[in-house]
């Protein structure tokens, strides 16, 4: 089996009134290479005429960004030209490349009627190769998104990109990130096998599992080693978690706010690129 390095607990990090957990990076777990960050937001309930989520236009260079909405909704637009709304069950994965300028926010339905509220976006890093890739979008509604059951349909696995057993996730990853949300039944368990090498991303979003013989419960990011390769799962509960794993790019990580890049002087050059506009205008 693989082995559990640590177990670290997401820190509230709130944003105006949203309520927010980070689980990466932290004081205790800066990245797990290609995985960068990950902010959990709520779950929480709005109440009618509010303002909605709070990331209006701001730019972004050399890496992916995945969004699971769980509650609530998102409307996303780009200055790569993707616009979009997607409900509760869907997911958005943006690739950033060389830059673009993107808006998040919640539908004026949403903002008008309020309602239960909860999200979760993941930062992938994209490798030297990529960083200055074409930017894309792609939004998917719940239907789109395939799902495997195992145990008896005790277990969901909602496949994004990558593959698991033999169902293919629907959006194409540049780097062979693999990537699933998985619900679980109480009592319900699943296990896979992913090659040493590749680095895993494990984290409970609601309830509790065991995991390789160790209790990890919500808000828990579960770091492993890279010796073995099972991974066993059971739900102590009703639960729900964020599953994938990647092969490490092991290359220098310089980040600074929007932009993630190999090197300081790529930084700059990314904040004077969008100072010039090169990475589109918002109107």
């Given at each position: 089996?693989r082995?559990?390095?640590?177990?670290?607990?997401?820190?509230?990090?709130?944003?105006?009134?949203?309520?927010t957990?980070?689980?990466?990076?932290?004081?205790?777990v800066?990245?797990?290479?290609?995985?960068?960050?990950?902010?959990?937001?709520g779950?929480?309930?709005?109440?009618?005429?509010?303002?909605?989520?709070?990331?209006?236009?701001?730019?972004?260079?050399?890496?992916?960004?995945?969004?699971?909405?769980?509650?609530?909704?998102?409307?996303?637009?780009?200055?790569?030209?993707?616009?979009?709304?997607?409900?509760?069950?869907?997911?958005?994965?943006?690739?950033?490349?060389?830059?673009?300028?993107?808006?998040?926010?919640?539908?004026?339905?949403?903002?008008?009627e309020?309602?239960?509220?909860?999200?979760?976006?993941?930062?992938?890093?994209?490798?030297?190769?990529?960083?200055?890739?074409?930017?894309?979008?792609?939004?998917?509604?719940?239907?789109?998104?395939?799902?495997?059951?195992?145990?008896?349909?005790?277990?969901?696995?909602?496949?994004?990109?990558?593959?698991?057993?033999?169902?293919?996730?629907?959006?194409?990853?540049?780097?062979?990130?693999?990537?699933?949300?998985?619900?679980?039944?109480?009592?319900?368990?699943?296990?896979?096998?992913?090659?040493?090498?590749?680095?895993?991303?494990?984290?409970?979003?609601?309830?509790?599992?065991?995991?390789?013989?160790?209790?990890?419960?919500?808000?828990?990011?579960?770091?492993?080693?890279?010796?073995?390769?099972?991974?066993q799962?059971?739900?102590?509960?009703?639960?729900?978690?964020?599953?994938?794993?990647?092969?490490?790019?092991?290359?220098?990580?310089?980040?600074?706010?929007?932009?993630?890049?190999?090197?300081?002087?790529?930084?700059?050059?990314?904040?004077?690129?969008?100072?010039?506009?090169?990475?589109?205008?918002?109107?």
């Amino acid at each position: 089996m693989r082995k559990i390095k640590k177990i670290h607990k997401a820190i509230s990090a709130p944003i105006d009134d949203l309520v927010t957990y980070r689980a990466l990076p932290t004081n205790s777990v800066e990245y797990i290479d290609p995985f960068l960050f990950l902010n959990h937001h709520g779950p929480q309930v709005y109440k009618p005429n509010n303002r909605g989520l709070p990331f209006g236009p701001h730019p972004h260079r050399g890496f992916e960004t995945l969004t699971f909405i769980l509650e609530g909704d998102i409307t996303h637009q780009d200055t790569g030209g993707g616009k979009d709304v997607i409900q509760a069950g869907g997911v958005q994965w943006m690739t950033a490349g060389r830059g673009l300028i993107h808006a998040e926010v919640s539908s004026e339905e949403f903002k008008k009627e309020g309602g239960p509220l909860e999200i979760l976006q993941l930062w992938f890093n994209l490798p030297a190769k990529y960083k200055m890739t074409e930017p894309k979008y792609i939004g998917l509604q719940k239907d789109k998104i395939p799902t495997v059951t195992e145990d008896g349909g005790k277990v969901k696995v909602n496949v994004v990109s990558g593959s698991w057993r033999d169902t293919e996730g629907p959006i194409p990853s540049l780097s062979d990130i693999h990537m699933a949300s998985i619900e679980l039944q109480e009592g319900g368990s699943f296990s896979t096998s992913v090659p040493a090498e590749r680095n895993i991303f494990f984290y409970v979003v609601r309830g509790a599992v065991k995991v390789n013989g160790e209790k990890a419960e919500k808000l828990n990011l579960v770091e492993f080693t890279n010796e073995g390769e099972e991974v066993q799962v059971e739900a102590l509960e009703e639960s729900y978690i964020l599953f994938g794993h990647a092969q490490p790019f092991n290359e220098p990580v310089v980040a600074h706010g929007p932009f993630v890049m190999n090197t300081e002087e790529e930084i700059h050059e990314a904040f004077r690129d969008y100072q010039l506009g090169k990475m589109g205008s918002w109107n």
